[in-house]
């Protein structure tokens, strides 16, 4: 799974549909959002592929979408998103 960092703007449009977007995304996404601007999403999908499944919902909205799968990271945070950063368990190899 890759984390993303996902920031927009306010736009001209209707409340943004957060759940809408990430059900949109592939089986098993998840969204952590900060504030009505900044959201980190775990899926399957690239940077490129997530930003065009946005524009729909994004309206006139600007958007940025990057990787941050192996950015370290650090701070004072809840310790939801720290559960929400850690990497995500592999399966059992079977034997």
């Not at 736009?11 to 990430?22: E, T, W």
């Not at 370290?72 to 034997?95: I, N, V």
Request: negative net charge.
């Amino acid at each position: 799974m890759n984390r993303l960092l996902l920031v927009f703007g306010d736009g001209n449009g209707d409340a943004l549909d957060l759940q809408a977007f990430v059900e949109a995304l592939d089986p098993g996404a998840q969204i952590y959002t900060l504030n009505d601007h900044v959201c980190f999403l775990r899926t399957a999908l690239d940077a490129f592929d997530v930003s065009d499944k946005f524009l729909p919902f994004a309206g006139s909205r600007l958007h940025f979408v990057t990787d941050i799968t192996s950015s370290p990271a650090a701070g004072r945070m809840f310790g939801s998103f720290w559960d929400f950063f850690k990497p995500a368990a592999l399966p059992a190899a079977a034997e």
